[in-house]
């Protein structure tokens, strides 16, 4: 992580930088010296940034506590998931799930079938499956392998794959946070082998790819449909 990192995004990113700050929990402190924390942060020029007077009044406003769990390395930007509200997350999760078998949701004829479906992921997103989502996956469903199961249980595995993937490059260190942090998706985080719960024999896409394209879908979701107003975190 490179000490420029930080000064671009208080200087043009505030978003991020305050959902950095709020991340790591920071208080309400006003110290006077440069806060212990910022001077642990590997890359970062904390003298320079303190003496910013603009820089200063931000970190003063939101806090410099320091505390466990502590992570300020978000310039690979799928790491921003992680600043996410739990519930944001989990949603994006689920509808990226969704769009990737949109195609067999809009096929789903009988009347059982259509009320149960509606009934596992909710009516506003099966209507989302009908409508956006048949055209948001593109062919990333080809990607997923697991074809075994009910479908809304293959709606979420695939979801959770997908985060499992876009994570899989993440330090420890963050994962571990995760974990904690979205406990209903921990398993998600737990497990960094994403490229093992990917069908590449279809394309011989390697997982590299894979993940890229995984996550550009899933960052295209998060952003159009489940939370917009997170752009401004996002390049």
């Known amino acids: 992580m490179h000490k420029d990192f930080f000064v671009h995004i208080i200087r043009y990113k505030p978003e991020l930088f305050r959902s950095m700050l709020a991340f790591n929990g920071q208080g309400d402190l006003r110290p006077t010296e440069v806060p212990a924390g910022l001077l642990r942060i590997q890359g970062l020029d904390a003298e320079t940034l ?32 992680a600043l996410l509200p739990p519930e944001l997350l989990a949603r994006a999760v689920l509808q990226f799930g969704v769009a990737l078998h949109a195609d067999e949701l809009s096929r789903l004829i009988a009347r059982e079938e259509v009320l149960t479906a ?14 956006r989502g048949r055209f948001q996956a593109g062919s990333l469903a080809g990607l997923f392998g697991d074809r075994h199961g009910g479908l809304a249980a293959r709606i979420r595995l695939h979801g959770r794959q997908a985060l499992t993937l876009c994570s899989s490059v993440w330090p420890r260190e963050l994962l571990d946070i995760c974990a904690a942090r979205f406990a209903e998706l921990a398993p998600a985080f737990s497990a960094v082998s994403a490229p093992d719960n990917i069908d590449t024999d279809l394309d011989q896409t390697l997982p590299a790819e894979a993940r890229r ?23």
Not at 62 to 68: A, N, R, V, Y
Not at 118 to 131: K, M, T
Not at 213 to 235: H, M, N, R, S, T
């Open 50 to 81: 303190w003496a910013n007077g603009r820089a200063r009044r931000r970190l003063a406003d939101q806090g410099t506590s320091d505390g466990p769990g502590r992570f300020w390395d978000f310039a690979e930007e799928s790491r921003r998931l």
């Open 118 to 131: 509606r009934g596992e992921i909710g009516p506003d997103l099966f209507a989302y499956a009908l409508q």
């Open 213 to 235: 394209a995984v996550w550009f879908g899933f960052k295209k979701i998060l952003l159009k449909e489940v939370a917009p107003q997170w752009a401004p975190c996002f390049d």
